[in-house]
C-alpha cells in the first residue's frame, strides 16, 4: 500500500480523512488548528432544513513555543500511510522539526491519538485547546489526581445545537520527560506540555476519546475512562494494535494484474477510506460521506450503505457488515411506524434514516418515495445469512426482517389482470418520479418474497403460499423486442438512465433477454451514466458480461478514475473527466465519496468474478454461486482477492481473464 505524500500545496490546501467508522476528522494542510471532527452518533438539528444533521465535534488545536517564544509552524510536507491509517505532518519550528502524527484507532474505538516528536534541541511547549462553543457546553472539569495519579488533563460535556443529543470528550497529555500543566480556569479547557529537546530529539504524545451520549448516560465520564484504560496499554501497543488491525483488513486486499499502478492506487484507496468509515463498534451505520463532512446529505444513512458498500465487508470483514445491519435490526420499531404511517403492513425502512430510524428525508424533497431502499435492506439481511450461514443470526434476526418486509410487499402491491403490480413508486433514478412498475423494485419484491419464504420453512412454518404467488406473478414490464423497460412506459430515447440493470448485477436475476436488455442499456447512454454517484464503480461489470472488453475498460476508466484527486487520493461524488479540474472541482464538491469505492470493490468482488450468493436455494452450496467465462476489461489479466469469509472459512479468490471459473482456494488461518 502506499503512501501518500505531498511537499505543494498550489492554490488548495488538501485535506486528509481520517476516520475508524465512530470518529472521523478532516486534517488540512495546517492540522494543528481548524480540523473539522465528527462523532457517529452526535447529531443536531440543521438550521433551515430542520431535520437531523451531523455535529461538529470540538477537536485539538495546537500552538508552540520555542526556547520560551512562540513560533508558527512552517508546513513542509505531509504524508499519510494508507497501510495503518496514519497521517504525518512535517514542520519546522524555530531551529527544531516536529513530525505530528495522528490516527483514528480501530481497536480502542474512541480514541484519536497524537504523536508529536521534537527533533533539534531547545525546550519545546505545547499548548492544547479546544474549541468549546459556550452556548452548548455542559460542564467543564480540569483534571482530579488521586494517590497522585492524574486521570485525564481535562473533560467536557458539549450539547448539540438543539441539546438532542451530547458528545463527551476527554484529553491527556504525557511524554518521557514532559512537564503537564492544567487549566485551573472552568471557562476554557486546555492544557500546556513543556518537553526538554536534546540532540536525540523527544516525544510528547495527546490522547483525546470521544463518546457520543446515544452509547452512555455521562459521556464526559466514560471518555475520562477510556483515556485512563488506554494509558494501561501504553501508546506504543495502542499503536501496535491499530496496525495489526489494518494489517489484518489488508489481507483481502484486491490486487489486479496487467491493469497498471494508477488502478491499484484507485482500488487501494477505495478499500482503505471505505473501511476507515466503517466500524464494528459504531452505533449508527455508514453514511455516503462517512463522516467527512457534516453538510454532505446531513449524515444520514440512505441505501447506499447497503446497496454499494456493505458487499466489500460482508466478504472482507463479516463483523463490520454485521455491524451495519444490526444498526437497521435496532431500529425496527421505527420502521414499523413508517410502514403503519404510509398505511402499510409490516416493515418500511425510510428513505433517509437516522439515529432514531425515523424518516428525515428533507419535507419537501421527492425522495420519499423511492421505497425499493425496502427492498436493498432486505436484501443485504438475505445476503449476510447466505454468506455467513450464522443459524442464531438467520433465526433472531435476519428471518424477522425478511418477514417484515415481506409482509410489506403483499400490502404494497395491487392485483391486477395481467398479476400483481407496484404503482406510483419512484426506482433508482430520480429524474422519474412517481412511476408504475420499475422493473428493479418489482424483480426485488419478488426475490425478498422467494427468500422470506424459504426463511419460513427453514423454520418449520411452512411455505407462505400467498409470497411465492405474488412473486410468481410478478407484473414486469418487458417491450415486444425482449428489453425491459426501466418502468412501465419508459419513453424510446437516446440516452437513457441504466439504473434497472442492477436486477442483474449485484443481485444475479436472468432471463432469456438478458443480454439484449444489458446491450440496449450499453448503446443507449450507459456510458454517459459513467460520472455519476453510486452505480458508476461497477457500470464495467456490464460489458464484460457482455464479451466486450473494450467497453469494459472504457467504463470502468470513466466510472471511476476520473473520480480521484490528489494528493491523497480522495473521491468526488461526481466523476470530473478533465484532470485539469480536479483539484478546484473536487473542493467546490467535497470529498470523500464512499458509496462509489464501494461500487467498484463489490463489482471486483462479485461481478467480474461472477459470484452471486443468490443463486440457487438460501443454503445452497457455494461452489453453485459462481458463473462460467470469465471476461475481464481490456488489458486486465487477472483479479485476486487476498482473502474472503465464506460460512466460517476462509478463502483466496482469484479469477483470470478467459477461465471458465473463479477460482477459490481454502486459507487455513
Known amino acids: 500500500m502506499k503512501t501518500h505524500t505531498v511537499t505543494y500545496w498550489g492554490k488548495f490546501a488538501p ?18 488548528v481548524g480540523a473539522t471532527g465528527l462523532l457517529s452518533g452526535f447529531t443536531t438539528l440543521r438550521e433551515g432544513c430542520q431535520v437531523e444533521a451531523l455535529a461538529i465535534l470540538p477537536t485539538p488545536q495546537l500552538a508552540f513555543e520555542v526556547n520560551g517564544e512562540a513560533v508558527e509552524p512552517e508546513i513542509l510536507s505531509q504524508s499519510y500511510d494508507f497501510s495503518n491509517g496514519e497521517f504525518t505532518t512535517t514542520a519546522k519550528l524555530g531551529g527544531m522539526t516536529l513530525d505530528y ?62 441539546h438532542t443529543t451530547s458528545a463527551g470528550f476527554a484529553y491527556r497529555i504525557f511524554g518521557a520527560d514532559s512537564k503537564v500543566q492544567c487549566t485551573d480556569d472552568h471557562e476554557k479547557l486546555c492544557g500546556r506540555g513543556e518537553i526538554a529537546v536534546t540532540e536525540s530529539g523527544a516525544e510528547m504524545q495527546i490522547i483525546t476519546s470521544y463518546v457520543p451520549s446515544v452509547m452512555h448516560s455521562e459521556p464526559h465520564n466514560q471518555a475520562q475512562r477510556m483515556v485512563q484504560l488506554a494509558l494501561w496499554q501504553g501508546v506504543e501497543r495502542l499503536r501496535s494494535l491499530n496496525r495489526e ?11 489486479v494484474e496487467g491493469a497498471g499502478e494508477e488502478w491499484q492506487d484507485a482500488i487501494d484507496a477505495s478499500f ?50 454485521r455491524a451495519m445491519l444490526d444498526y437497521r435490526f435496532r431500529r425496527l420499531e421505527a420502521a414499523e411506524n413508517n410502514a403503519r404511517l404510509n398505511g402499510y403492513m409490516g416493515i418500511q425502512f425510510p428513505w433517509q434514516s ?26 443485504a439481511f438475505d445476503a449476510y445469512a447466505r454468506v455467513s450461514a450464522d443459524d442464531g ?20 402491491v395491487e392485483k391486477t389482470a395481467r398479476g400483481y403490480e407496484i404503482l406510483h413508486i419512484t426506482g433508482i433514478d430520480e429524474e422519474n418520479d412517481d412511476v408504475n412498475n420499475d422493473s428493479y423494485s418489482n424483480l426485488m419484491a419478488a426475490k425478498v418474497l422467494r427468500s422470506a419464504s424459504a426463511y419460513s420453512e427453514m423454520f418449520g412454518l411452512g411455505k407462505r403460499k400467498k409470497w411465492l404467488e405474488i412473486a410468481d406473478n410478478m407484473f414486469l414490464p ?20 441504466a439504473t434497472s440493470v442492477m436486477a442483474y448485477f449485484p443481485y444475479g436475476y436472468e432471463d432469456e433477454n438478458m443480454y439484449k436488455t444489458l446491450n440496449y442499456f450499453i448503446t443507449h447512454g450507459m456510458f454517459e451514466y459513467c460520472c455519476y454517484p453510486m452505480l458508476s464503480g461497477f457500470l464495467g461489470v456490464y460489458p464484460a458480461w457482455c464479451g466486450d472488453r473494450e467497453t469494459s475498460l472504457k467504463f470502468y476508466e470513466e466510472a471511476n478514475l476520473t473520480f480521484f484527486c490528489e494528493p491523497f487520493h480522495s473521491s468526488t461524488e461526481w466523476g470530473i473527466p478533465d484532470p485539469a479540474d480536479r483539484i478546484e472541482m473536487s473542493r467546490r464538491i467535497g470529498t470523500n465519496f464512499i458509496t462509489a469505492r464501494g461500487s467498484l470493490l463489490s463489482g471486483l468482488i462479485m461481478g467480474l468474478t461472477k459470484m452471486c450468493p443468490w443463486k440457487g436455494d438460501v443454503d445452497a452450496p457455494v461452489d453453485e454461486w459462481f458463473g462460467e467465462n470469465i471476461v475481464l476489461p481490456a488489458g486486465w489479466e487477472k483479479i485476486t482477492v487476498g482473502k474472503i469469509y465464506l460460512r466460517d472459512k476462509a478463502y483466496r479468490l482469484t479469477a483470470e481473464h478467459g477461465a471458465k471459473r473463479a477460482v477459490l482456494e481454502e486459507i487455513t488461518e
Not at 288 to 310: I, N, Q, R, V
Not at 359 to 365: G, Y
Not at 401 to 412: K, L, P, Q, T, Y
Open 15 to 32: 485535506e486528509a480523512y481520517v476516520a475508524n467508522g465512530l470518529i472521523g476528522f478532516r486534517f488540512g494542510k495546517n492540522p494543528f
Open 101 to 162: 502524527m495522528v490516527y483514528c484507532s480501530r481497536t480502542c474505538p474512541t480514541l484519536l491519538i497524537s504523536h508529536l516528536t521534537f527533533k533539534g534541541t531547545g525546550t519545546a511547549a505545547v499548548n492544547l485547546s479546544y474549541d468549546v462553543r459556550e452556548e452548548h457546553r455542559y460542564t467543564l472539569a480540569e483534571s482530579r489526581c488521586w494517590g497522585g495519579v492524574r486521570a485525564c488533563d481535562g473533560k467536557c460535556r458539549q450539547y448539540s445545537y438543539d
Open 245 to 255: 488491525a489494518w494489517a489484518k483488513l489488508w489481507e483481502s486486499r484486491i490486487t
Open 272 to 321: 482503505f477510506y471505505l473501511m476507515s468509515s466503517a466500524s464494528e463498534f459504531s452505533p449508527n451505520s455508514v453514511p455516503p460521506y462517512g463522516l467527512s463532512h457534516a453538510d454532505a446529505y446531513e449524515g444520514h444513512f440512505f441505501w447506499d450503505t447497503e446497496s454499494f458498500m456493505f458487499m466489500a465487508p460482508l466478504f472482507c470483514a463479516p463483523r463490520v457488515a
Open 354 to 379: 437516522g439515529a432514531t430510524g425515523d424518516e428525515v428525508t428533507v419535507p419537501w424533497a421527492s425522495q420519499a418515495g423511492e421505497q425499493h431502499i425496502n427492498l436493498d435492506v432486505a436484501l
Open 393 to 412: 443470526y438467520i433465526r433472531e434476526r435476519v428471518w424477522p426482517v425478511m418477514r417484515g418486509v415481506a409482509e410489506w410487499i403483499e400490502s404494497r
Open 478 to 497: 418487458v417491450r415486444e423486442d425482449g428489453v425491459m423497460e426501466q418502468f412501465e412506459g419508459m419513453p424510446e430515447q437516446e440516452k437513457q438512465h
